[in-house]
């Protein structure tokens, strides 16, 4: 399922509660790091299980992520 952002609708930390595991959506440059914790922390809170985070709009010529360049080119 594909649903609102968690800390902006009330239903989004529902649904993420009845799933088996949901994923966090963390867009880079947009959503700071007290955000992606807030949203994490609501989840954990609503009994959500979150199997991981999706980082993604990464900019693959910033040169703070290192590792971006490395999994893509081998």
């Given at each position: 399922f594909d649903s609102s952002p968690v800390l902006a609708v009330d239903?989004?930390?529902?649904?993420?509660?009845?799933?088996?595991t949901?994923?966090?959506?963390?867009?880079?440059g947009?959503?700071?790091?007290?955000l992606a914790k807030r949203t994490i922390s609501h989840l954990s809170s609503r009994q959500a299980s979150v199997g991981g985070i999706i980082?993604?709009?990464v900019d693959p010529?910033?040169?703070?992520y290192p590792y971006y360049n490395y999994y893509y080119s081998h």
């Open positions: 239903e989004t930390s529902i649904l993420a509660g009845k799933v088996d949901a994923l966090v959506l963390i867009c880079c947009v959503t700071s790091l007290r980082y993604n709009a010529s910033n040169h703070e």
